[in-house]
Every structure is written in structure tokens, then in C-alpha cells.
């Protein structure tokens, strides 16, 4: 009976261990997924906007191409989602006027968002991209009191104080190693003031596509593509394109496709990290990524920069960081505190049914 049991415990032991494994190897798979593919839709970028090979002058035409190639994989999404339903929950290929309509507001802030983003890359190196949209964290906190009407910490506005410090002192640092470009820094605030406004839009919209993160990724784009073609045509992008060099080039149009592929992969792998582990992982997940972005980006393109540059890019990115901790940590301590409240309603209530009996 002792063998048996020994076996049994080393039986148990075994495959909770294998679990662990499995558990863990998922999700280092999944976190390298994500900052491949987050890596690598920022260098594809810069390369279609600012390369000595391509460097097509329209940045509009970039991004509504890539919400364009955005639908086409959705739709295929859709067909695979009806032969294969335990993959994921991918709707079906269907466009709703109404829903568009409700969804508008949200597509809106996606291309200033978009646009914005590539923008800030064509004007500034990759390596200084992460400190131009360090204005995030702050423009979340703004928000969040303006719109939602939360309240932030001090300590969280401490880190705020502390990203911008790093923020300020960057492009005064960049300023003086290289020719700054402050239309750059004009589109990555801009961006960053866009990226907060999205993540609200995206939480208000979401009953309207039932709750399916790729149902509302389907009408964005859809919308998204539209609201581009005006604004292409107001800027004379479609004159630039038309007399673009390497228009019939397989090169340009496969690096171009890849570019909307990826574009649309980062949400599935975005939300798949936060899924795999929590949004406070994936957050720290998201800022050494970072980290490790402006390293490769400083190295690939062989950048010369000095102490106080890296300091600089230290300050956001560890500002970053804490932020997210600290506001972890006040979320938990909310959570606690109404489990306390909940629980002292319910002591009179226990009260009152034992006096009864």
C-alpha cells in the first residue's frame, strides 16, 4: 500500500510538473510571438516610409493600404472560423450600417491614431520612437479623470512626473546628437494623446459587436478604408503614388502586404499575451519589449549615443514600468477594500437571522 501510494504521489507530482511545463512554454511562445511581431511591424514601417530603397512619400496610402489587407484577412479569418469554430470566434464576413455607425466614433480616433503613429516613425528613428510616444501614461491618467472621472494616486502621478522629466529631457538629448525633426515629436504626442482616447472608444464600443474583439476589428477597418480616401486625396497622395518609381514592383507590394498582415497579427497576439498571463504582464511584457527595440534599432542602424541619451530612454521606460505596478497595486487595494465593505453588510444581516432562530 506504501509503494502505491508512493507511485501515486510521484504519478501526481509528475504531471502537475508536465503542466507547469506546458503551462510555461505556452506562454513563453506567446510573449515571443508578440514582441516579434511588435518589433517587426515598427522596422517594416520605418522601411516602407523612410528607406533609401522605397521611401514612399505617403504615409495615408501606407496605413489605409494595410487596413485594406486588415478586411481581406478577416474575411478569410471568416471562413476559417465556420470549418474550424475551436480555433477562435471569428464572425462572419457580414457589414451592419447600424453597427458602422456606432462604431464610427472609435474608427475615427483608430486613423488619427494610425496615422499618427507612422508619422511619428517617418520623421524619427526607431530608437527614439518608444521616449516620442512616452506621453501615453499621461494622457491615460488626463483621460481617465476628464472622461471616466477616476481618480489617480500620487504615486502614480509621481511616475507620471518622472516620464515626463525623461520625456523632456530626450528630446532636449536627441536634440543634441541629431537634426530632431519636431514634426516627429508633434505626431508622437499626437499619437499618444490618440492611443488613450482608442483604448476608451474601444471599451464603449464594444457591445455593440457583442463583445468580439475581431468583429470590432472587421468594422474598424471597414471604416478605417473609407475615412483614408478622402484624406488621400485632400493631401495629393494619390498623385504621389500614381507617379511612385516602384509601383509595378512585386518587392514593394509583397513588403506592403506583409506590413497589413502583421498590422492585423499584433491585435491577435496583443490580446492572446493579456489572455496567456495578465494585463499587468503583458504591460511589463510591453515595456522591455521596448527596451529591447531601441537596443536592436541603436545597433541595426549603428546610432552613436551618449550616457545621458540612454539614461533618458531609462527614465520613460522604468517610469512606464511603475506605473503599471503602482496602479496594480491600487486596483488590488480597491478590490480589498470592497470585499470589506461587502463583507460588513453582511455581518447584520448573519446577525439578524441568528436572533429569528
Same mark, same amino acid.
Given at each position: 500500500?506504501?509503494?502505491?501510494?508512493?507511485?501515486?504521489?510521484?504519478?501526481?507530482?509528475?504531471?502537475?510538473?508536465?503542466?507547469?511545463?506546458?503551462?510555461?512554454?505556452?506562454? &513563453?511562445?506567446?510573449?515571443?510571438?508578440?514582441?516579434?511581431?511588435?518589433?517587426?511591424?515598427?522596422?517594416?514601417? =520605418?522601411?516602407?516610409?523612410?528607406?533609401?530603397?522605397?521611401?514612399?512619400?505617403?504615409?495615408?496610402?501606407?496605413?489605409?493600404?494595410?487596413?485594406?489587407?486588415?478586411?481581406?484577412?478577416?474575411?478569410?479569418? !471568416?471562413? &476559417?472560423?465556420?470549418?474550424?469554430?475551436?480555433?477562435?470566434?471569428?464572425?462572419? /464576413?457580414?457589414?451592419?450600417?447600424?453597427?458602422?455607425?456606432?462604431?464610427?466614433?472609435?474608427?475615427?480616433? /483608430?486613423?488619427?491614431?494610425?496615422?499618427?503613429?507612422? &508619422?511619428?516613425?517617418?520623421?524619427?528613428?526607431?530608437?527614439?520612437?518608444?521616449?516620442?510616444?512616452?506621453? *501615453? *501614461?499621461?494622457?491615460?491618467?488626463?483621460?481617465?479623470?476628464?472622461?471616466?472621472?477616476?481618480?489617480?494616486?500620487? =504615486?502614480?502621478?509621481?511616475?507620471?512626473? /518622472?516620464?515626463?522629466?525623461?520625456?523632456?529631457?530626450?528630446?532636449?538629448?536627441?536634440?543634441?546628437?541629431?537634426?530632431?525633426?519636431? =514634426?516627429?515629436?508633434?505626431?508622437?504626442?499626437?499619437?499618444?494623446?490618440?492611443?488613450?482616447?482608442?483604448?476608451?472608444?474601444?471599451?464603449?464600443? @464594444?457591445?455593440?459587436?457583442?463583445?468580439?474583439?475581431?468583429?470590432?476589428?472587421?468594422?474598424?477597418?471597414?471604416?478605417?478604408?473609407?475615412?483614408?480616401?478622402? @484624406?488621400?486625396? /485632400?493631401?495629393?497622395?494619390? *498623385?504621389?503614388?500614381?507617379?511612385?518609381?516602384?509601383?509595378?514592383?512585386?518587392?514593394?507590394?509583397?513588403?506592403? *502586404?506583409?506590413?497589413?498582415?502583421?498590422?492585423?497579427?499584433?491585435?491577435?497576439?496583443?490580446?492572446?499575451?493579456?489572455?496567456?498571463?495578465?494585463?499587468?504582464?503583458?504591460?511589463?511584457?510591453?515595456?522591455?519589449?521596448?527596451?529591447?527595440?531601441?537596443?536592436?534599432?541603436?545597433?541595426?542602424?549603428?546610432?552613436?549615443?551618449?550616457?545621458?541619451?540612454?539614461?533618458?530612454?531609462?527614465?520613460?521606460?522604468?517610469?512606464?514600468?511603475?506605473?503599471?505596478?503602482?496602479?496594480? !497595486?491600487?486596483? =488590488?487595494?480597491?478590490?480589498?477594500?470592497?470585499?470589506?465593505?461587502?463583507?460588513?453588510?453582511?455581518?447584520?444581516?448573519?446577525?439578524?437571522?441568528?436572533?429569528?432562530?
Amino acid at each position: 500500500m506504501i509503494k502505491l501510494n508512493r507511485k501515486n504521489s510521484f504519478s501526481k507530482t509528475e504531471k502537475m510538473a508536465e503542466t507547469l511545463l506546458s503551462k510555461s512554454l505556452k506562454i &513563453l511562445a506567446v510573449v515571443c510571438a508578440y514582441w516579434s511581431v511588435s518589433i517587426s511591424l515598427v522596422f517594416l514601417n =520605418k522601411y516602407l516610409l523612410s528607406s533609401k530603397d522605397l521611401k514612399l512619400d505617403a504615409p495615408l496610402f501606407i496605413t489605409w493600404y494595410q487596413c485594406v489587407v486588415s478586411i481581406i484577412v478577416l474575411f478569410f479569418l !471568416s471562413l &476559417l472560423g465556420d470549418r474550424y469554430p475551436s480555433i477562435d470566434k471569428f464572425p462572419a /464576413f457580414h457589414i451592419d450600417i447600424n453597427i458602422a455607425k456606432q462604431v464610427l466614433p472609435l474608427s475615427i480616433v /483608430f486613423v488619427g491614431m494610425i496615422t499618427a503613429n507612422n &508619422l511619428c516613425l517617418k520623421y524619427l528613428d526607431v530608437a527614439f520612437y518608444n521616449v516620442a510616444r512616452a506621453l *501615453t *501614461t499621461f494622457f491615460n491618467v488626463v483621460f481617465s479623470y476628464v472622461i471616466l472621472g477616476q481618480k489617480t494616486s500620487v =504615486k502614480a502621478i509621481a511616475c507620471c512626473g /518622472f516620464i515626463i522629466l525623461g520625456f523632456s529631457m530626450g528630446i532636449r538629448e536627441e536634440g543634441n546628437i541629431n537634426s530632431l525633426s519636431y =514634426k516627429g515629436i508633434i505626431f508622437g504626442v499626437t499619437g499618444s494623446l490618440f492611443v488613450c482616447l482608442n483604448a476608451i472608444y474601444t471599451k464603449r464600443c @464594444m457591445p455593440a459587436v457583442d463583445g468580439n474583439i475581431w468583429k470590432l476589428q472587421l468594422y474598424n477597418n471597414v471604416n478605417a478604408a473609407f475615412l483614408f480616401l478622402p @484624406m488621400m486625396l /485632400f493631401s495629393g497622395e494619390h *498623385t504621389v503614388v500614381m507617379n511612385f518609381e516602384h509601383l509595378s514592383s512585386h518587392y514593394f507590394w509583397v513588403m506592403m *502586404t506583409m506590413s497589413g498582415v502583421f498590422g492585423i497579427a499584433i491585435g491577435y497576439v496583443t490580446g492572446l499575451q493579456i489572455k496567456v498571463t495578465s494585463p499587468l504582464t503583458h504591460n511589463i511584457s510591453g515595456t522591455a519589449k521596448a527596451c529591447a527595440q531601441t537596443v536592436i534599432a541603436v545597433f541595426y542602424f549603428t546610432l552613436n549615443k551618449t550616457a545621458l541619451w540612454w539614461t533618458c530612454n531609462l527614465m520613460v521606460l522604468g517610469g512606464s514600468g511603475l506605473y503599471t505596478y503602482v496602479k496594480h !497595486s491600487d486596483m =488590488k487595494a480597491l478590490m480589498r477594500e470592497d470585499e470589506k465593505h461587502t463583507a460588513q453588510e453582511k455581518e447584520p444581516l448573519k446577525n439578524e437571522s441568528n436572533n429569528v432562530v
